[in-house]
């Protein structure tokens, strides 16, 4: 069964910089589009940031500029560098694939890592 592993979240100042990885147990990130997303409390989920398969790239406006999201296919992972982070960055963070898996005819995802930015 394919799973995904957030990893790298934590406490963080205003300004700070954080490096997110996200592992997949499969070879589901060689022929998909990846995305970044958060949910931050009482919000929707959100995509935050989103690499092809070609490697194109592109963000939401909130993190443009300080958000950068790079792919390693060979080992099956996505990363998520932030930097300049602010509070409001604070969030539950998820990769999946784009659109998100299902499994079991539900989107399926991983557990997640939580970022706090303090001011």
């Known amino acids: 069964q394919v799973q995904l592993v957030e990893s790298g979240g934590g406490l963080v100042q205003a300004g700070g910089s954080l490096r997110l990885s996200c592992a997949a147990s499969a070879n589901i990130f060689r022929t998909n589009a990846i995305g970044w997303y958060r949910q931050a409390p009482g919000k929707q989920r959100e995509l935050v940031a989103r690499?092809?398969?070609?490697?194109?790239?592109n963000y939401a406006d909130s993190v443009k500029g300080r958000f950068t999201i790079s792919r390693d296919s060979a080992k099956n992972t996505v990363y998520l560098q932030m930097n300049s982070l602010k509070p409001e960055d604070t969030a539950v963070y998820y990769c999946?694939?784009?659109?998100?898996?299902?499994?079991?005819?539900?989107?399926?995802w991983g557990r997640g890592t939580l970022v706090t930015v303090s001011s």
């Open positions: 690499i092809t398969r070609d490697g194109f790239t």
């Open positions: 999946n694939i784009i659109p998100p898996l299902r499994l079991g005819g539900m989107d399926y």
